[in-house]
């Protein structure tokens, strides 16, 4: 089942921060994040996993509650650069190696 | 940026016809992947590839097929298509399978009329 991405959009002044939600009703494995800008392919940002482990980016934060299934990407200090549609990818015990992506949160940072 | 590429870029068809969409990789990459993207869904697996001859189903592989001769090729063919797969179709790579990154290609966007 698709995670669920909260918000579906926001819109941001440079320099304000946001968050972006993704949970799942199923038992996580590692939650990836994504960027697309209009037009173009998926760009990796972060892997999350189970137990903590953290992969990816340098200036983009995120975390990830294994209880709850959850995981939240805070865009901190935000560019103009940061605008574009983040994508959460859910992999679930067993479903080793497949990602289910959610619906997207589109993210409009202005000058 | 990872060396993928996908042909053709665009595509138009009509209902019914074979299509046959490529996948190219020079980073010999063990795993591949072939998703769909259509507003409000996200990305969706249709099929992926762990090794050459071995594929395996994604959530929405009904009218898809995939073969993988070559590490550094991934097929994907609409045996016959309807005009419900029209859509942007993305091929990703990973160097591991799981909690590894996934590079993207440029995108294939097919309309089927």
């Known amino acids: 089942q698709q995670p669920v991405q909260s918000p579906q959009a926001v819109i941001l002044r440079e320099g304000e921060d946001a968050v972006i939600n993704c949970s799942s009703s199923?038992?996580?494995?590692?939650v990836h994040w994504y960027r697309q800008k209009h037009g173009e392919a998926p760009v990796f940002l972060m892997i999350?996993?189970?137990?903590?482990e953290q992969k990816g980016h340098e200036k983009i934060s995120a975390s990830f509650n294994e209880k709850k299934q959850q995981s939240s990407l805070y865009l901190t200090a935000s560019q103009l650069s940061y605008s574009g549609t983040y994508f959460c990818?859910?992999?679930?015990?067993?479903?080793?190696?497949?990602?289910?992506f959610g619906a997207g949160t589109q993210v409009v940072v202005t000058p | 940026d990872a060396g993928i590429t996908q042909s053709p870029r665009h595509k138009v068809t009509e209902t019914g016809t074979p299509v046959t969409l490529r996948c190219h990789q020079t980073e010999n990459h063990r795993y591949m992947y072939w998703y769909r993207q259509d507003p409000g869904h996200g990305l969706r697996l249709i099929h992926y590839?762990?090794?050459?001859?071995?594929?395996d189903k994604g959530e929405v592989s009904d009218g898809y097929s995939v073969s993988r001769s070559k590490t550094e090729d991934f097929l994907l063919t609409l045996e016959s298509a309807t005009s419900s797969q029209t859509s942007v179709y993305f091929c990703a790579i990973s160097p591991g399978q799981g909690p590894y990154e996934q590079y993207f290609g440029p995108g294939t966007r097919l309309t089927v009329t």
């Open positions: 199923k038992a996580l494995y590692s």
């Open positions: 590839s762990y090794g050459v001859k071995d594929t």
């Open positions: 990818g859910t992999e679930i015990a067993d479903s080793w190696g497949k990602l289910q």
């Open positions: 999350l996993l189970k137990g903590g």
